[in-house]
């Protein structure tokens, strides 16, 4: 499942908002309350639909209060989020004002999500009941706490058994951390070990745990054997010889090593008979994609995640302008694409097409296209900002310069 366009209707800020969505790449960019998080969440609210349809799994939903748009103390009759998929599916969530007649009126019919449903009961809950193949939708959400990793202390609680759906528990509350993947990856760990000891041999392995250690090494090319040490209970790395526990890390490594290690244990989970499940398709969304990350890091960032997880649909909101220019890179390599580049650096380039890409900035005038489609190009509107600081700068410097002068 991927996701083509998102519309909101008197959600939060929002009165009416429609965008579309790249199949790889979504960049949402603006000032701190513009609605890039409003967009996230909306994105949530609709897929929580499809979480809430299945069994023993909870989907989130339009909060109590708030999330209707309100101008001059009006609140409006009801909000909705819309989604569609790349295949034509189209469902809605709706909240009302209240339940009265009146209110009823005024909302203009929606689509309603019995078709999502039927098609949730096709491929996924009557092959699920009949014991028959089936490929699990994958999604969820990081918002800006993913760094306050959530690592228990003791094994008190820790489940023995896990079923697919639990790839989905959780997944779309924007403060998850990180605990889940810890006991999933614990157990099967101890699942790893009394095979090896049963086939007496180190060299066994399983798939599921190779595929968080592939997307580690993808991402962390400086880390390696990733894996749970006991008394005390830690999640430990080796990063150039000298053993970590991930909570010694710097902010930068827990914050994108906790979201790695989260989404690729899911789409392990989700889809274990997959030759590699991290190559299923998958939606994510990332509040704050460079949340902080080093300058040099907010320029891999993108390429990495998208290079570890090659068919997941990643929509991210950004402050950075390293993002920014780090994608025109990949958007250019894939320009080049056909030529011979003896340059090693741009040769390791991800080449990313525009046509997998949207990007929006977000501002009074509500979202307006980054891209050029002309050119395959973002137009970064926060250099606007860093120019006007040079700008003051050089001014500065003109007066320190004169006064030297006279």
């Known amino acids: ?39 996230l969440d909306g994105i949530a609210i609709g897929l929580g639909e499809v979480a809430s349809h299945l069994p023993q799994v909870a989907g ?109 528990t959780n997944a779309l509350n924007a403060d998850s951390r990180f605990k889940s993947a810890f006991v999933w990856f614990y157990n099967k760990e101890n699942e790893e070990h009394r095979l090896q000891k049963a086939r007496k041999s180190f060299d066994v392995t399983l798939r599921e745990l190779d595929c968080v250690r592939q997307a580690i090494q993808r991402v962390f090319p400086d880390l390696s054997e990733p894996h749970i040490e006991l008394n005390p209970l830690r999640f430990v790395v080796n990063q150039q010889g000298e053993w970590f526990n991930i909570t010694q890390l710097s902010d930068g490594y827990k914050t994108l090593l906790g979201l790695v290690i989260d989404l690729s244990a899911r789409m392990a989970m989700a889809n274990p008979h997959l030759e590699d499940p991290l190559a299923a398709e998958a939606i994510v969304m990332i509040d704050e994609l460079d949340l902080h990350l080093h300058p040099q890091w907010q320029q891999r960032i993108a390429g990495d995640l998208l290079r570890a997880f090659p068919d997941t649909q990643f929509i991210v909101s950004t402050h950075s302008p390293y993002v920014v220019e780090a994608i025109n890179n990949h958007l250019k390599r894939n320009a080049i694409d056909h030529l011979q580049i003896e340059d090693d650096a741009i040769r390791q380039l991800l080449p990313l097409s525009a046509a997998d890409i949207e990007a929006y900035f977000l501002g009074v005038e509500g979202e307006q296209p980054l891209l050029d489609r002309e050119l395959g190009l973002l137009d970064d509107r926060l250099l606007e900002n860093f120019n006007a600081i040079n700008v003051l700068y050089e001014r500065m410097r003109d007066i320190e310069w004169l006064n030297k002068s006279e």
């Not at 959600?11 to 960049?27: E, H, P």
Request: glycine share 8%; hydrophobic share 35%; net charge positive.
């Open 1 to 39: 499942m991927k996701l083509k366009r998102l519309t909101l209707e008197n959600f939060r800020g929002q009165k009416n908002l429609g965008i579309d969505l790249g199949a790889r790449l979504t960049l949402l960019m603006g000032a701190n309350g513009s609605g890039k998080t409003t967009i």
């Open 60 to 168: 989130v939903s339009f909060k109590k209060t708030g999330e209707i748009y309100q101008k001059r103390n009006k609140t409006e009759p009801y909000a909705r989020v819309t989604l569609q998929t790349t295949q034509g599916l189209t469902w809605d969530r709706l909240t009302r004002r209240d339940q009265s007649s009146n209110t009823l009126r005024q909302i203009p019919q929606g689509h309603g999500a019995r078709a999502l449903k039927k098609l949730l009961d096709e491929t996924v809950i009557d092959p699920l009941n009949a014991g028959a193949r089936f490929e699990l939708p994958v999604f969820a959400y990081y918002g800006v706490s993913r760094a306050l990793l959530d690592v228990p202390l003791t094994r008190k609680g820790f489940t023995k058994q896990h079923v697919r759906l639990e790839a989905l």
